[in-house]
C-alpha cells in the first residue's frame, strides 16, 4: 500500500507525467490508424482501455499525458480518449454543484526543449553565411559542429489541426533547457529551443489552451520571449505570419499558407502558464507572478515534483511559501507509473507542512489548481 493509500483515500491530479512513455505500442483494437499493434514493456499486448488502467497508479484519478515529440501526440490522443470520464466533484471541494466530467488522462501536445534542434523551420549554415538558409529536405545535416534540421516543416499545420478539433487537450512539453546539450554535436542550440518555443505559445495562445513549460537555466530568456510575444501582439496584431515576423525583422517563408494555421499566428499569448517541475528560486517566483499576472496578464502556475524540484528540500520549502496556495501544481514528472503515487505524496506532504494545512485540503486545492489551470473549471 502506498504512503498516500496509507493516510486517506484522496483522489489526485497529476499535472504533468510521462506514464505514456511506459507503453511502448498499444493494440489499436485491429485499426490501422498508425498506432499499429505491439507490447507493452516487451511482455504482453494490451487495448487501448485496458493500456489506460494500467498506466493509472491508484490515487491519480487524472493524469496529464506530456508529450515530447509530435510522434507521441497520436498515441496520448488515442489514450485520452480511451480513458474513463471523471466527476469533478470527486476531486475539489467547492460550494455549489459542479455537473462535469474529466477525462482521466488528459492529452497534451508539444516539443520539448531537448529536441527542438529536429523542428526547426530552417536553419542557416554558420559555415557558409552566404548560403543563406537551407532547403527542407527530410534529413539531418551536420555544419561546423551544429545539427541542422531539415525534416519537413508540417509540426506547426498537425498542432493546429488536433487544437482545432479536441477542445480539451493542452500544449505541453514545451519550454527551453540551456543546460540540455545535442548529442549529435554536444552543443546547447538555443536558437532552436527559443524559436519552436515561440511558436508553440502562439499556437497556444490562438487556441487559449494552457501550456506546460520546462525551463532549465533559462528564466531571462522566458520572461524575455513572454513579454516580447507580448509587445508585439499589441504593436501589430497579426504580424506573426505562418512561418516567421513578416515586419518585425525575422524570417518569412512563401506560398502554401495553410488559412487556420496562418489565422492562428496573430500573436496571442496563452491564458495559463505552468512552469513545471519549478527548480529556480524564490525570487523568480515573485518575479514570474509579478510579471505574468501584473504586467501580462497571464496566469501563472508552478508545478513541484519529487524527482526534480524537492532535490534540495531547503530550496523547496522556500519556493513553495513564496507561491500562493492557488497557483501550486503537484507533479510526478515520471514516465514509470509504479513510482507516482509515493512521489506526488512525497510533495503533498511537504506542501502541508509549509503551508501548514491538512492534507486533504492541500490535496482538494491542488486539483481545483490543476483543473483551473487546464480551463476546465469556470
Known amino acids: ?29 485491429g485499426g490501422d490508424d498508425g498506432v499499429g499493434e505491439g507490447v507493452v514493456e516487451g511482455k504482453q ?24 515529440e509530435p510522434c507521441q501526440w497520436k498515441q496520448v490522443l488515442h489514450l485520452m480518449q480511451s480513458s474513463d470520464q471523471i466527476d469533478v466533484g470527486r476531486l475539489i471541494t467547492r460550494k455549489g454543484d459542479i455537473d462535469d466530467k474529466v477525462p482521466a488522462a488528459v492529452a497534451c501536445v508539444g516539443i520539448h526543449p531537448w529536441f527542438a534542434h529536429r523542428y526547426v523551420a530552417e536553419r542557416k549554415d554558420p559555415a557558409n553565411e552566404g548560403d543563406g538558409y537551407k532547403a527542407l529536405g527530410g534529413s539531418k545535416t551536420q555544419h561546423s559542429g551544429a545539427v541542422v534540421s531539415t525534416a519537413p516543416y508540417t509540426w ?13 487537450v493542452v500544449v505541453g512539453e ?12 554536444g552543443l546547447v542550440d538555443r536558437a532552436a529551443q527559443q524559436d519552436v518555443f515561440r511558436r508553440c505559445l502562439c499556437l497556444a495562445g490562438h ?11 533559462a528564466y531571462e530568456a522566458l520572461i524575455t520571449i513572454l513579454c516580447d510575444l507580448h509587445a508585439r501582439g499589441k504593436q501589430a496584431p497579426g504580424s506573426f505570419t505562418q512561418r516567421g515576423h513578416s515586419d518585425t525583422g525575422g524570417t518569412q517563408s512563401s506560398g502554401g499558407h495553410d488559412p487556420a494555421v496562418a489565422a492562428r499566428m496573430a500573436v496571442r499569448l496563452p491564458p495559463r502558464i505552468a512552469v513545471h517541475s519549478y527548480g ?32 534540495s528540500e531547503r530550496r523547496a520549502r522556500a519556493n513553495i511559501a513564496a507561491v500562493p496556495l492557488d497557483r501550486l501544481l503537484v507533479e510526478s514528472d515520471r514516465a514509470d507509473a509504479s513510482k507516482v503515487d509515493d512521489e506526488l505524496a512525497a510533495v503533498i506532504d511537504l506542501i502541508a507542512d509549509v503551508k501548514d494545512m491538512d492534507k486533504q485540503h492541500v490535496i482538494a486545492a491542488l486539483n481545483q489548481n490543476a483543473l483551473t489551470w487546464a480551463g476546465f473549471l469556470p
Open 156 to 168: 506547426e499545420e498537425e498542432m493546429a489541426a488536433v487544437l482545432t478539433e479536441h477542445e480539451r
Open 45 to 68: 499486448l494490451l487495448s487501448r482501455q485496458t493500456a489506460v488502467a494500467f498506466l493509472m497508479s491508484r490515487q491519480t484519478a487524472v493524469a496529464f499525458l506530456m508529450s515530447t
Open 207 to 217: 487556441f487559449e489552451r494552457p501550456v506546460s513549460i520546462h525551463c532549465v537555466k
Open 1 to 29: 500500500m502506498t504512503r498516500m493509500m496509507a493516510d486517506a483515500m484522496c483522489l489526485v491530479v497529476d499535472a504533468h507525467c510521462h506514464v505514456h512513455e511506459g507503453v511502448t505500442r498499444v493494440d489499436d483494437d
Open 280 to 311: 529556480g528560486s524564490a525570487e523568480t517566483v515573485k518575479r514570474l507572478l509579478r510579471v505574468c499576472e501584473r504586467d501580462l496578464g497571464v496566469q501563472v502556475f508552478f508545478g513541484f515534483s519529487s524527482v526534480v524540484s524537492l532535490r
Open 174 to 185: 514545451i519550454g527551453l533547457d540551456f543546460v540540455a546539450k545535442i548529442p549529435e554535436s
